[in-house]
């Protein structure tokens, strides 16, 4: 078990330029999450996948941001158009269901700034 | 819809001393799951520990209790002997079994450890 990682883990961007990012579970954890997080606020749930399949949209996700996870296993937030509003970690997170409940584990995160 | 909420933005304690963090939650849901998760500056939120709703008996991991009043919609984390790697952020988080369990989180509280 190596953990959820994410990459890059930083990126600095201009502002309208296209990003990616990508999240890789914990190995056969079934559910994926991605969350936003900005400096002093905890973080706020963005999108939600079980297995390949992607069951839940926030409206903080916008049309210009995009997620996918082909095959079930990793997933990719892709913000295109960037604006200084986006500049904020992205959290990915996993989790295996089991019944009842199941926790959730977390990557580091990916900073971007939008400048 | 569900809201946590963490008035404490700061608290500080003396090594070896005990502290306890507040949180509120609202919820019309019956059966959920209440969170603590710490992130500390490297920014990986870890799970602290996690109560079920349906279980009266309070969830105790080593030096981490939790205080959950259900009728109250009360759950305080208490941090017994401080370490100074206790420093970080603590995040109260709710979830929701009837959904796909995504996490609701507050503002978050910023601990630090007096040596």
């Known amino acids: 078990d190596t953990g959820v990682s994410q990459d890059p883990r930083h990126k600095i961007t201009k502002r309208g330029q296209n990003v990616t990012f990508r999240c890789d579970p914990i190995s056969e954890h079934n559910r994926l999450y991605w969350y936003r997080q900005t400096l002093g606020q905890g973080p706020e749930f963005l999108t939600y996948f079980q297995n390949e399949a992607q069951l839940e949209k926030s409206r903080l996700l916008s049309d210009r941001f995009s997620a996918e996870r082909p095959k079930g296993s990793f997933s990719t937030l892709e913000i295109q158009r960037t604006e200084q509003g986006d500049s904020a970690m992205y959290l990915c997170?996993?989790?295996?269901?089991?019944?009842?409940?199941?926790?959730?584990?977390f990557g580091e995160g990916s900073w971007l700034t939008v400048v | 819809a569900q809201t946590v909420t963490q008035s404490q933005p700061e608290m500080s304690v003396q090594e070896a001393e005990t502290v306890t963090l507040s949180c509120t939650y609202d919820?019309?849901?019956?059966?959920?799951?209440l969170f603590w998760y710490k992130q500390p500056p490297s920014r990986q939120m870890i799970l602290v520990i996690r109560?079920?709703?349906?279980?009266?008996q309070n969830a105790t991991e080593n030096r981490f209790s939790v205080n959950f009043q259900k009728a109250a919609k009360s759950f305080s984390l208490k941090i017994s002997d401080s370490q100074l790697g206790d420093a970080a952020m603590y995040f109260c988080a709710y979830s929701w079994l009837g959904a796909n369990s995504k996490l609701t989180f507050g503002k978050g509280i910023t601990l630090s450890v007096r040596p």
């Open positions: 919820t019309s849901e019956s059966d959920y799951y």
């Open positions: 997170a996993s989790s295996l269901t089991t019944g009842r409940g199941n926790t959730i584990y």
């Open positions: 109560q079920e709703a349906y279980k009266q």
